[in-house]
């Protein structure tokens, strides 16, 4: 599950010149112990901070593991008994799939530890042939896992496994651009892909609405020759896989809970990964300006808030029913850094029934079609002042919303007229 490397370590000594944060929050710093930012400067602190965590994170996974593949052969007779009695209703082995699904996807954990270290051990012993100044062949044999472990296994495994049918449609702001329409379903689709997106660096936005919505650039992009780079919450270093496997490429792990003055340094990592964007270039950087998933508690939260504080941007977030009104602050940072980059919006509609562990274990994330819409602006056509880009977003996030809106209203429809329901 899948983000430059120097630039982003690099940045240890401009943090320290981070105003003091205010209240309990201790002040941060970025270093060269991860793509994370901490309270410690000290290297042994570091290290064992780090260490400590993966040691917690990968003895819990370990024994939820064993303990769930023991089990398993109970579990799947159990699964596959509740399915046969539900099955007039639902029509698929759900329980039976959702198992399988958490099986395999403990299984991809060890997977990604086990290759990261085989990896490790490689890159060392290929040292003693031939040097690695800049780190290139490092970059490019983790790139190289990044691929295989997000793309092919944590989300082509995860699709197949769940019985879920990918649909891609990809267009551009021009109406003399490029664009397709159809099911992920090969290498060719992918090509297609890449060649309407065309070869240049990109920053991505994504509408969030689920745990599984964090595979979907890397499923698409990843096998596309894409290099990607991602801006998630620091909580998931706890993944240990995805610990260890996104402290090897440019990314970065934000601590959400910085407040407005900490934030700097977290806002700082952010702009490293795309400073280095060159025309041509294959970066990838992908973040998710909501800060958190999509729910109905949560958007009644924001407009409650935004309504005491008689903010001017409630009446757009009261219209926005599927999403919540993005937060602009790492958004803002990527586009005033971004110089040469094109930008994408991705919708997608499909994947919410993972959005938590009930819906899961019920089965509704089985057998659907999963719609993913792809929006590029050229670099050119992006907007190139503070009050102009604040504007720009907040309108393709309101168009995003509604694409969702035509999406369900569509999928609703179709479901009345296959099943012949009536109003």
């Known amino acids: 599950m899948s983000s430059s490397t120097s630039s982003s370590t690099s940045s240890s000594s401009s943090s320290s010149t981070v105003e003091s944060s ?6 941060r710093y970025l270093h060269d112990y991860g ?14 901070e780090k260490w400590w965590r993966r040691t917690i994170a990968i003895t819990m996974i370990s024994i939820i593991f064993i303990i769930l593949t023991a089990l398993f052969p109970v579990l799947a007779v159990a699964a ?75 989300f082509g495994w995860s699709t197949r496994i769940l019985g879920l049918k990918p649909h891609i449609e990809v267009c551009g702001s021009r109406k003399t651009d490029p664009s397709f329409s159809d099911y992920v379903s090969n290498e060719s689709t992918r090509d297609r892909i890449a060649q309407t997106l065309g070869v240049n660096p990109k920053i991505m936005f994504l509408r969030h609405a689920s745990f599984a919505d964090t595979l979907v650039p890397q499923g698409l992009l990843s096998n596309c020759g894409f290099a990607m780079r991602y801006i998630v919450k620091q909580e998931l270093l706890w993944d240990p896989g995805l610990d260890i496997s996104g402290s090897r490429t440019p990314n970065f792990f934000l601590f959400r809970d910085a ?22 270039g294959n970066e990838v950087t992908c973040i998710w300006p909501e800060g958190t998933r999509f729910t109905k508690s949560k958007r009644e939260k924001v407009l409650e808030s935004l309504k005491k504080k008689g903010d001017s941007k409630y009446e757009l977030a009261s219209k926005l029913k599927h999403t919540l009104l993005p937060r602009l602050g790492g958004a803002l940072a990527l ?22 562990f009930a819906q899961m274990m019920e089965g509704k994330l089985c057998n659907r079609d999963v719609k993913i819409k792809l929006l590029q602006y050229k670099y050119e056509d992006v907007p190139k002042t503070k009050e102009a880009r604040i504007n720009w977003m907040l309108e393709n996030w309101a168009q995003i919303d509604q694409w969702v809106e035509d999406q369900l209203v569509a999928e609703k429809s179709s479901s009345k007229k296959k099943y012949g329901k009536a109003d």
Request: aromatic share 16%; proline share 1%; hydrophobic share 40%.
């Open 80 to 154: 596959l008994i509740a399915d046969m009695a539900l099955y007039h209703r639902r029509k698929g082995l759900n329980y039976v799939r959702v198992l399988s699904f958490f099986e395999t996807y403990l299984f991809i954990q060890f997977i990604a530890m086990s290759s990261c270290f085989v990896i490790y051990i490689i890159y060392l012993l290929s040292l003693i042939v031939s040097g690695d100044k800049d780190k290139k062949r490092w970059n490019r044999w983790n790139y190289w896992y990044q691929r295989w472990w997000g793309g092919t296994m944590l």
């Open 22 to 27: 205010v209240g309990r929050i201790k002040k």
């Open 335 to 356: 586009l005033e850094s971004n110089p040469c980059g094109d930008v994408v919006f991705c919708s997608h509609i499909g994947l919410e029934a993972s959005s938590n």
């Open 259 to 280: 407040g407005a003055e900490g934030m700097d340094v977290e806002m700082e990592a952010i702009r490293n990964l795309v400073r280095d964007f060159k025309k041509g």
């Open 35 to 48: 793509k994370y930012s901490s309270v410690h400067t000290s290297p042994f602190k570091l290290w064992a």
